[in-house]
T-cell receptor, first 110, second 111 residues
Framework: KQEVTQIPAALSVPEGENLVLNCSFT??????LQWFRQDPGKGLTSLLL?????REQTSGRLNASLDKSSGRSTLYIAASQPGDSATYLC?????????FGAGTILRVKS | NAGVTQTPKFQVLKTGQSMTLQCAQD?????MYWYRQDPGMGLRLIYY???????DKGEVPNGYNVSRLNKREFSLRLESAAPSQTSVYFC??????????FGPGTRLTVT
């Protein structure tokens, strides 16, 4: 069964810290991997998409890496801000389907 | 360009009632999806449509039906709602190998 796990489930950090969110997947035959942000009561906003042939993608203070052989991805957030507080979801695409992790709830304290 | 839109935003049903959740996208995407999100479980795929005229079951299809009315619209129907279907429902669309775009969600409560 294709499963996606995110660690930690929750994280609280002071403003300005650099942090890493982890995502692991059981089936390495992926098409791509996508990181999303979800604010309370809202929909999902796509942050980064990494194709299976790529190793990393960057957007502003965000950097996502992909290691297919070990079944892992990390989302690195530099210089965190209170506005980064949200739930971060990792999703792996197999064929035409996304399999989601349960998410990491991030709180950045000012 | 509205992206992905969903109606209604909120709905309360009694057990056994039926309803249809509507989804539309204006990005000319071929693929469309319905997910449900429950606390602590992430999003789970209910049904998807890879192109107009085709639909396929996802991970949790029982109790639901879908219709891909045209390229823009993909509806989800609950024929006889059950309390276990209380959830937040998201519609999404995608073009080719690119990212999925999500709607704002429908919050459904079945009493």
């Amino acid at each position: 069964k294709q499963e996606v796990t995110q660690i930690p489930a929750a994280l609280s950090v002071p403003e300005g810290e650099n942090l890493v969110l982890n995502c692991s997947f059981t089936d390495s035959a992926i098409y791509n991997l996508q990181w999303f942000r979800q604010d309370p009561g809202k929909g999902l906003t796509s942050l980064l998409l990494i194709q299976s042939s790529q190793r990393e993608q960057t957007s502003g203070r965000l950097n996502a890496s992909l290691d297919k052989s070990s079944g892992r991805s990390t989302l690195y957030i530099a210089a965190s801000q209170p506005g980064d507080s949200a739930t971060y979801l990792c999703a792996v695409e197999y064929g035409n389907k996304l399999v989601f992790g349960a998410g990491t709830i991030l709180r950045v304290k000012s | 360009n509205a992206g992905v839109t969903q109606t209604p935003k909120f709905q309360v049903l009694k057990t056994g009632q039926s309803m249809t959740l509507q989804c539309a996208q204006d990005m000319n995407h071929n693929s469309m999806y319905w997910y449900r999100q429950d606390p602590g479980m992430g999003l789970r795929l209910i049904y998807y449509s890879a192109s107009e005229g085709t639909t396929d079951k996802g991970e949790v299809p029982n109790g639901y039906n879908v219709s891909r009315l045209n390229k823009r619209e993909f509806s989800l129907r609950l024929e006889s709602a059950a309390p276990s279907q209380t959830s937040v429902y998201f519609c999404a669309s995608k073009a080719g190998v690119h990212e999925q775009y999500f709607g704002p969600g429908t919050r459904l409560t079945v009493t």
